[in-house]
Nanobody, 121 residues
């Protein structure tokens, strides 16, 4: 059973930055595209960034709301996917999760515990 362990969240002021990490257990990480999702209170979980299994920059996609501010990357040797978040604003407040996207709206694995990001002054 694959386990997803997210970390790196916290409280940050508007305009600040955070770097999230997600470690994927097992030896299958390199075969899957990966995504970062977030769920704000009272809202559905949404995909904010994804990266193909190759990890190349042209395999990345971003939601319009984070384009130009967030950068997704991956390190196959560490079984880890990252999300660099810059110019954070209060609308970015949410619990952030990683998973492997499946077709248009699904995900492959059970969700991890997520990491809380709070943007507030």
């Amino acid at each position: 059973q694959v386990q997803l362990v997210e970390s790196g969240g916290g409280l940050v002021q508007p305009g600040g930055s955070l770097r999230l990490s997600c470690v994927v257990s097992g030896n299958i990480f390199s075969f899957y595209a990966m995504g970062w999702y977030r769920q704000a209170p009272g809202k559905q979980r949404e995909l904010v960034a994804s990266i193909g299994s190759s990890g190349s920059s042209d395999s990345t996609t971003y939601a319009d709301s984070v384009k130009g501010r967030f950068t997704i990357s991956r390190d196959t040797a560490k079984n880890t996917v990252y999300l660099q978040m810059n110019s954070l604003n209060p609308e970015d407040t949410a619990v952030y999760y990683c998973n492997a996207p499946w077709r248009s709206t699904g995900t492959i694995w059970d969700w991890g515990q997520g990491t809380q990001v709070t943007v507030s002054s």
